[in-house]
């Protein structure tokens, strides 16, 4: 890429919510389990990884509701019947440290978060929709780029 624009060279590892701090489910978990966390977390949809910690995919409220969706009603009692690897999606944003920011903006076009992984696939956190923006924000405002950690309210961005 041969842009003259700073933002463009910004290390992801400096905007990435590690994984150790990213709500998660296992492969195997049951679905009650999964929207017990989802809930519990209060986000819509978060990684699946298997106990190496390797990323398989997401899963999500929707998805899950979808699964036990009846005709009439929402047929609770069959959420014993799966697992999440039945429901998750495996369609997601992911990328590697060592890929372009120019990637991620892309991908948070369409994507609330993509998920970073290294050469082996094993999960190293989440870059999200609303700490890019913040950082292109920061951009067009000069102002200096934050940390990750740091950046989590619309009112410190002026
Ligand atoms: P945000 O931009 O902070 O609203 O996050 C966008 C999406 O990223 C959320 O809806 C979640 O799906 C996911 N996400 C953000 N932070 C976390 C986290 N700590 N654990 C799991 N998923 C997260």
């Known amino acids: 890429m041969n842009l003259d624009v700073p933002m463009l060279y910004t290390k992801m590892k400096d905007l990435v919510i590690a994984s150790t701090k990213v709500a998660h489910v296992q492969l ?14 209060g986000y819509s949809a978060i990684p699946v990884l298997d106990h190496s910690y390797r990323l398989h995919g997401q899963v999500s409220t929707t998805l899950i509701m ?5 005709l009439e ?3 609770y ?9 039945e429901v998750m999606t495996t369609k997601i944003a992911r990328m590697k440290y060592s890929e372009e920011f120019m990637k991620a903006l892309e991908l948070s076009i369409n994507h609330p978060f993509i998920c ?3 050469d ?22 000069q102002l200096p ?11 410190d961005a002026t």
Do not use: C, W
């Open 28 to 41: 195997g978990n049951s679905l009650e389990h999964a929207l017990l966390v989802l809930i519990k977390s």
């Open 66 to 70: 979808n699964k036990i969706l009846g």
């Open 73 to 75: 009603r929402i047929e």
């Open 77 to 85: 009692e069959k959420m014993a019947d799966y697992t999440v690897d």
């Open 116 to 118: 970073i992984e290294d």
């Open 120 to 141: 082996d696939g094993v999960f190293q956190g989440i870059l999200t929709r609303k700490s890019i923006l913040a950082l292109v924000y920061r951009h067009f405002r």
């Open 145 to 155: 780029f934050p940390a990750v950690e740091g950046q989590t309210s619309s009112s």
